[in-house]
């Protein structure tokens, strides 16, 4: 019998998830022996021209990790879907928009504006800025088109599975992998993660929600022992899905939220504000002013890794005259 | 700007005090637009930040909170936590591009017909000037 | 007295005395008696006076050398000294015992000694210093005098004392600012030595205990509002600008002056004003009506009038007399000749020793002076100055004036926002007498029903947590004004929410950040769905 086969790609993406899947190890040996990787752009030689040589559904698992913020992408997206029997969601960023997606509160006209003009070691006095179709002698040169607008996995193709994390930890992948090798695969469109949050798992000692301050986490050293809320600093735990092994919480670091919102919260941000302002312990005007100014950027802590998938899900521009185009 | 817009402004009024204070102006027949659709809640408090941004996400021009005075709250303290959790509120959604004028938090008492409805027809016209919200600025690749 | 007396004689006899002179009944009639016995002193007598000065001097010089003891009067005391300075008497050898005459006995002796009254020593204990015949013992009564609070400050009382001639229960109570044995100043025995039914006790220590009830009525009154902060009416800079409460106190039977109407100098007033709406109606103080001070400021007049046949000038806004008869008395007291100046009085100075009173006619529209013996300042209802902390002992609400908030102001104006929490009387507005009576009977009824009923009607809009998606984050915990969410026991690892406390506000499933609290019959998909039905174009 053929070996199954396993397909990663890498999106929009910092290259951390792939590295999760070689920090399996020796492992990594028993995938190979077990299955037949068909297509890893980090590891692998395959091309993109050997996929759409494929027919559809030829691989079994698609491993597929980074957010969607170009056309390559948006279309390697959709081959890998037309191939790949099972399609997993790997990382935040292919979960719900991860890092990457933070480039929604702005769009391509000011990221192409800073990258190749503003910044200060271009050498571009020309202005040239990326084009997606660009002739020179030889022909034709294609760049993907840039999109105004980062999407996350599930947002463009149908997803079976969601690896939440930055990046998944490494028991959750074995996890998986184990799965689908003995075909115990959970119901299509499962999180592969908690389904309670952070707080759930979290062994630190919990007395009362109630703080007059918030302290950024370079202004304090929190005791290791105690809730880093309520001691003032700014943890996601209460409204990110536990399951990480509390990686970030070992290291006396408050939890940033990479697992996205637990089950049945459309908006993760909105509920994680919606938490912490609840524990203010304050009522006159000048202290909830106070406690406003310590919250310096609340779109970057409470969205941090899940903002394509909010509700709003990008900043909206100005508003347009009625009736003008 | 724009003179045949109608502001769609969606509002969150606590039962006790400001759905009161509406029902009141509705009594008294003062008269005063129609532009606020009113969903009726137990407290203020109990509005949470997501019905805010589903607001905004389905193109509300603007968003109108309204719970009890301070100290006047039908269950103590839930108009409090609804002013904790609103200033936060309007820096984030300046952040995605709404302007802090489109949502706003009053107290209103069920006493207060007539401020309510001043209330309104200001929101209205306020939100009027500055224009519709750009309902479809998001989520479009390209 | 008398056992004191045998008790101290015995002592002498035992100590070795010859013998104690004293008064014993014999043949009929009481005479003088050399006591050798301990069991003779059983018949020891102390009345009626007979002069034993005689009788000491004269068994004295007859055996000299005899150790003697004597119960002996102020007077026999005063003999013996007079002898002692004519050089006909030495008084080594002789204990004395002292008796104290009573005050029958001393008036009927005509008798010059002091008596001592308790209620107007303050415990200085000069009198024990200066006495050179250190006649003078503490005696054990309380020696500490106060400010009576009841008689607003105008008449005194002493560290252990009852409140006022109504109070219940009628006992005495010590009280623990000023008691010197409370403030752990000195260990005084005053009061516990004389009292007969032994109940001063020793080791007094406050008792708590806990008591389980189904209802509970707030019934925690009221205060008046602080003449002093309104500087213009130069309350206790001059004498005579006396609260209303302080004119009650002076008008009462049981009261400092024993009901006589007299000014700080003990003169009678022969011209009074009453200002209506001292830190009522008043947009810098408190802009609500008492409601009660048209009132009692008529009565006061029909009093002064009454008691002293002053001229009384009533300065007031509005006249409130909306009560049964109450209409009637404002006319009544109008006829008795008390002079209604609709006018708020403005300010009361002191202009050559005399004090007055300035006001605006606004009948006549002009300034107006009126120079007074007496003014009386018609100081607003207020709520109790610790309202606050009883508040937020028992969870309620108070409104933007500070008084107990109702549930409804028509329909529920003696319910509080918690379920079996009553209101009752002024803590909740003020009002007078017969509708405080009114209000707090209805609020003793309704919590009666409410025992009687057995079973409690609660709304069905509560919240509700689902264990599966609960973290245990404890955000919700201190968010809730009735206290109705927990965490579930030992385990500890959910939260769980009392359907019989929760009212249903919803601030917890606000904010919860895993959505594991729903508020029925308002849950998130159904407000969801509202949004989404009024914005589809």
Same mark, same amino acid.
């Given at each position: 019998m053929a070996k199954?086969?396993?397909?990663?790609?890498?999106?929009?993406?910092?290259?951390?998830?792939?590295?999760?899947?070689?920090?399996?190890?020796?492992?990594?040996?028993?995938?190979?022996?077990?299955?037949?990787?068909?297509?890893?752009?980090?590891?692998?030689?395959?091309?993109?021209?050997?996929?759409?040589?494929?027919?559809?559904?030829?691989?079994?698992?698609?491993?597929?990790n980074g957010a969607l913020r170009n056309s390559e992408q948006e279309k390697i997206a959709k081959l890998l879907r037309a191939k790949s029997k099972v399609m997993v969601a790997f990382g935040a960023c292919a979960?719900?928009?991860?890092?990457?997606?933070?480039?929604?509160?702005?769009?391509?006209?000011?990221?192409?504006e800073r990258a190749y003009i503003e910044a200060p070691s271009n050498d571009n006095a020309s202005g040239t800025l990326p084009q997606t179709l660009t002739k020179v002698n030889e022909g034709e040169l294609e760049l993907p088109e840039f999109f105004d607008t980062v999407s996350n996995l599930d947002q463009v193709v149908v997803v079976e599975y969601f690896m939440p994390g930055c990046p998944p930890p490494v028991d959750l992948i074995l996890k998986v992998v184990d799965a689908f090798a003995t075909g115990q695969l959970p119901p299509a469109g499962s999180v592969i993660a908690s389904d309670k949050t952070l707080c759930d798992e979290c062994d630190r000692t919990k007395e009362e929600k109630k703080?007059?301050?918030?302290?950024?986490?370079?202004?304090?050293?929190?005791?290791p022992k105690k809730c880093l809320l309520e001691q003032g600093i700014i943890c996601c735990g209460p409204a990110t899905r536990g399951g990480c092994g509390l990686r970030c919480i070992k290291a006396n670091m408050p939890c940033r939220g990479c697992f996205g919102p637990p089950l049945g919260v459309i908006d993760q941000g909105a509920k994680m504000l919606s938490a912490l302002t609840s524990t203010y312990e304050a009522k006159e005007e000048e202290e909830i002013a106070r406690l406003l100014s310590e919250v310096v950027d609340?779109?970057?802590?409470?969205?941090?890794?899940?903002?394509?998938?909010s509700l709003l899900r990008r900043k909206r521009p100005v508003p347009v005259e009625v009736g003008a185009k | 700007m724009s003179r045949h817009f109608e502001p769609r402004i969606v509002g969150f009024l606590c039962n006790w005090c400001a759905y009161g204070g509406a029902d009141l102006a509705g009594t008294s027949r003062l008269q005063y637009p129609t532009n606020v659709d009113i969903i009726r809640v137990m407290c203020s408090g109990r509005v949470d930040p997501t019905f805010v941004l589903k607001a905004f996400q389905l193109g509300a021009d603007g968003v109108l909170i309204c719970g009890c005075h301070p100290g006047d709250c039908h269950y103590s303290e839930g108009?409090?936590?609804?002013?904790?959790?609103?200033?936060?509120?309007?820096?984030?959604?300046?952040?995605?591009?709404?302007?802090?004028?489109?949502?706003?938090?009053?107290?209103?008492?069920?006493?207060?017909?007539?401020?309510?409805?001043?209330?309104?027809?200001?929101?209205t016209e306020q939100i009027r000037e500055m224009g519709p919200f750009n309902r479809n600025g998001g989520g479009e690749n390209g | 007295m008398n056992e004191f007396i045998i008790e101290r004689a015995s002592q002498l006899l035992k100590d070795g005395y010859d013998g104690v002179i004293g008064l014993r009944k014999r043949w009929g009639h009481v005479g003088p008696y050399l006591f050798t016995n301990i069991d003779e002193l059983k018949d020891l007598e102390l009345e009626p006076r007979y002069p034993l000065a005689a009788t000491v001097r004269l068994l004295q010089a007859k055996w000299p050398e005899k150790r003697l003891g004597a119960v002996l009067r102020g007077c026999d005391e005063r003999a013996l000294k007079r002898l002692e300075e004519r050089g006909i008497y030495r008084r080594d050898g002789l204990t004395a015992i002292g008796v104290v005459c009573s005050q029958e006995q001393a008036e009927e002796c005509n008798c010059e000694?002091?008596?001592?009254?308790?209620?107007?020593?303050?415990?200085?204990?000069k009198c024990i210093e200066k006495c050179e015949d250190e006649a003078i013992t503490r005696i054990n009564v309380c020696p500490i005098v106060v400010p009576n609070e009841f008689d607003q400050g105008l008449g005194k009382r002493k560290a252990i004392y009852i409140p006022f001639a109504q109070a219940v229960p009628l006992k005495y109570t010590r009280d623990p600012d000023h008691c010197l044995k409370l403030t752990n100043h000195f260990d005084c025995k005053g009061c516990a030595n004389v009292c007969e039914a032994k109940s001063v006790l020793d080791e007094d220590e406050a008792i708590e205990e806990t008591i389980e009830v189904g209802a509970i009525l707030i019934a925690t009154g009221h205060d008046f509002f602080h003449a002093p902060l309104l500087p213009q009416y130069n309350y206790g800079r001059f004498p005579n600008i006396i609260e209303s409460m302080e004119f009650e106190r002076l008008c009462s039977a049981s009261g400092p002056t024993g009901g006589k109407v007299l000014l700080a100098d003990g003169r009678v007033p022969?011209?009074?004003?009453?200002?209506?709406?001292?830190?009522?109606?008043?947009?810098?103080?408190?802009?609500?009506?008492?409601?009660?001070?048209?009132?009692?400021?008529?009565?006061?007049?029909?009093?002064?009038? &009454?008691?002293?046949?002053?001229?009384?000038? %009533?300065?007031?806004?509005? #006249? =409130?007399?909306? !009560?049964?008869?109450?209409? &009637?008395?404002?006319?009544?007291?109008?006829? %008795?000749?008390?002079?209604? #100046? =609709?006018?708020? !009085?403005?300010?009361?100075?002191?202009?050559?020793?005399q004090l007055v009173v300035k006001a605006e006619d606004t009948g006549l529209g002009r300034p107006i002076t009126l120079p007074v013996d007496l003014v009386i300042l018609s100081t607003g209802m207020t709520p109790r100055r610790d309202s606050e902390m009883v508040a937020r002992t028992f969870h309620i609400t108070r409104d933007r004036h500070g008084f107990f908030m109702e549930s409804h102001p028509k329909l529920r104006p003696f319910h509080s926002n918690t379920d079996g929490l009553f209101l009752a009387g002024t803590c909740q507005a003020p009002r007078d007498i017969p509708d405080s009576v009114a209000h707090a009977n209805a609020a003793a009824a309704e919590a009666l029903s409410l025992l009687s009923r057995g079973k409690v009607t609660i709304e069905p809009l509560v919240a509700e947590i689902d264990p599966e998606r609960c973290s245990a984050c404890l955000v919700c915990i201190p968010l809730c004004p009735y206290q109705a969410i927990s965490l579930n026991g030992k385990e500890a690892n959910v939260a769980e929410v009392n359907e019989v406390l929760c009212k249903g506000c919803g601030a917890c499933v606000a904010a919860c950040p895993t959505g594991a609290i729903t508020a029925k019959h308002f849950t998130d998909q159904q407000i969801l769905a509202q949004i989404e039905g009024v914005l589809a174009t």
């Open positions: 199954p086969k396993i397909a990663l790609y890498w999106a929009a993406s910092c290259g951390g998830c792939d590295v999760a899947v070689l920090d399996t190890n020796e492992k990594i040996l028993d995938i190979a022996s077990i299955a037949d990787i068909v297509f890893w752009p980090i590891a692998v030689d395959f091309k993109y021209h050997h996929v759409e040589a494929m027919e559809d559904g030829v691989i079994d698992l698609c491993l597929f979960c719900f928009g991860g890092i990457p997606a933070l480039a929604n509160f702005t769009n391509r006209d000011e990221i192409f703080i007059t301050r918030i302290y950024r986490p370079h202004e304090i050293i929190p005791d609340p779109a970057g802590t409470f969205y941090r890794f899940s903002m394509a998938k | 108009n409090y936590k609804t002013a904790r959790r609103v200033p936060i509120l309007i820096k984030l959604l300046e952040q995605f591009g709404i302007e802090p004028q489109r949502l706003r938090l009053e107290w209103v008492s069920a006493s207060e017909g007539d401020r309510f409805a001043a209330l309104v027809n200001e929101m | 000694k002091p008596i001592y009254t308790t209620f107007d020593c303050t415990g200085c204990w022969e011209s009074v004003a009453i200002i209506h709406c001292v830190g009522s109606r008043d947009s810098h103080t408190n802009t609500y009506c008492s409601r009660l001070c048209c009132m009692h400021a008529m009565k006061q007049a029909h009093l002064v009038k &009454e008691k002293t046949g002053a001229q009384v000038y %009533e300065l007031y806004t509005d #006249i =409130r007399a909306s !009560g049964k008869g109450y209409e &009637e008395f404002y006319e009544r007291v109008q006829r %008795e000749g008390v002079l209604f #100046i =609709r006018g708020r !009085g403005a300010e009361v100075v002191m202009q050559a020793d």
